[in-house]
């Protein structure tokens, strides 16, 4: 079993900056892409940012320049750097990543439960 825990959400006022981090525990044989997700409310879920476990990135074109995205292997953990926070960046980000649990298994594909960033303006 995995678990993907993110914290670093809160509240912070247009303009600022949040740090999200999400650590994965369990049985992890590797992590292959790492993403950020988020949902506002009424809204779907849309892919913020992405990472291989190479290192490579990409990003929506609404936090382009703001949002960086980076992991730490060793950790197995993946952060979201968000700066000059917006208003219609309020939404709750999740965590997802492809796990390998064993060595010649197939990657599966685990969710965290979300963490609350709301930007006042």
């Known amino acids: 079993q995995v678990q993907l825990v993110e914290s670093g959400g809160g509240l912070v006022q247009a303009g600022g900056s949040l740090r999200l981090s999400c650590a994965a525990s369990?049985?992890?044989?590797?992590?292959?892409?790492m993403d950020w997700y988020r949902q506002a409310p009424g809204k779907q879920r849309e892919l913020v940012a992405h990472i291989t476990s190479g290192g490579s990135t990409n990003y929506a074109d609404s936090v382009k320049g703001r949002f960086s995205i980076s992991r730490d292997n060793a950790k197995n953990t993946v952060y979201l750097q968000m700066n000059s926070l917006k208003p219609e960046d309020t939404a709750v980000y999740y965590c997802?990543?492809?796990?390998?649990?064993?060595?010649?298994?197939?990657?599966?594909?685990?969710w965290g439960q979300g963490t609350q960033v709301t930007v006042s303006s």
């Open positions: 997802n990543a492809d796990v390998v649990t064993r060595s010649y298994y197939s990657p599966k594909n685990y």
């Open positions: 369990g049985r992890i044989f590797s992590i292959n892409d």
